[in-house]
């Protein structure tokens, strides 16, 4: 294959995956209507971590399970756990559309936090794309207007989360196998999850209910993996920009599903956050800080 259409390949595999995670929350909003939250996210995660195993033991055994950092490998499922939670939280209160724009600044937050916590310099024209960003996520949001619920402000919260996911990530990807990592992570969420499943199980009664309930963890499951093959084909700097194609077919999920179409402020925010967003993240895999990766639930 050559150089060009390896990267093509990956410009789609890595489309696909966001396509993936889009319907991933669409599907979630739309099951957790009747199904338990906690039960939803037990099987979102309990799905992928047997899927993964199944796919990649027979052929590597307890090798895929060799880590030079498990307590960051337990960390790291712990903070995705965390944020998949506050995700289907917040997408009960929110359009899918919406929720997706302002969960996509977390490569803005990254940057805050590697000014502040991390010491690192950031340039005057990465400070304009973070305002930029914040200021399309108020536009969505619009405190003090007739459309405001604090609710909204739930997604500040998961944007923290992972984002500390992701500056995490990014170190673990320097010696760490993807695989071994998502493997860890299904695991990880599976066992967090089983923990709470005692008091907050509610068994479906009805077949759509099961059917969303695969869909869930099937879009996550190949989503994942449809990253890893875009990542193996073209430079993260390349894929970067793509990725927030998700906020599209996330309006379109909320479109075809709940017949919600944004109005014309949240579309501007919407486009302002995807714009200094993909900016912003296309600097930061071009000085080599961070991985940056799609939201998903």
């Not at 459309?147 to 984002?163: G, H, S, T």
């Not at 673990?172 to 299904?186: A, C, F, V």
């Not at 969303?212 to 990253?227: D, E, I, K, R």
Request: proline residues 4%; aromatic residues 12%; hydrophobic residues 55%.
């Amino acid at each position: 294959m050559s150089r060009r259409a390896g990267t093509l390949a990956g410009i789609g595999f890595a489309i696909t995956a966001v396509a993936c995670f889009a319907t991933l929350d669409t599907t979630t909003k739309y099951i957790t209507a009747s199904v338990s939250l906690l039960t939803a996210l037990w099987f979102r995660y309990a799905f992928q971590a047997v899927l993964t195993t199944a796919v990649v033991w027979p052929g590597r055994g307890r090798r895929v399970l060799r880590t030079e950092h498990l307590r960051f490998q337990l960390l790291r499922g712990a903070l995705l756990f965390a944020s998949s939670g506050l995700a289907f939280l917040c997408l009960r209160f929110m359009p899918v559309g919406e929720f997706t724009a302002i969960v996509m600044i977390a490569p803005l937050v990254i940057t805050l936090l590697a000014a502040t916590s991390l010491g690192e310099r950031v340039s005057p024209l990465r400070w304009l794309l973070v305002v930029g960003g914040f200021t399309g996520t108020l536009i969505v949001i619009r405190p003090g207007g007739q459309a405001f619920d604090w609710m909204l402000l739930l997604p500040l919260a998961l944007v923290a989360c992972n984002a500390w996911f992701q500056v995490l990530t990014s170190k673990l990807t320097r010696t760490e196998d993807p695989i071994t990592m998502q493997l860890y992570t299904g695991w990880v969420g599976t066992l967090l999850a089983s923990l709470t499943l005692p008091f907050a199980w509610t068994t479906p009664t009805a077949w759509w209910q099961w059917a969303g309930m695969v869909v869930m963890g099937l879009t996550a499951s190949v989503g994942h993996f449809l990253l890893i093959l875009a990542y193996a084909r073209a430079p993260a700097a390349t894929l970067t920009p793509y990725l927030y194609a998700q906020i599209g077919f996330a309006m379109l999920g909320g479109w075809l599903v709940f017949s919600h179409v944004p109005d014309q402020w949240s579309i501007l925010g919407m486009s302002l956050v995807a714009i200094c967003g993909a900016a912003g993240a296309w600097l930061t895999v071009r000085e080599s800080r961070v991985v940056v990766q799609p939201i998903e639930a």
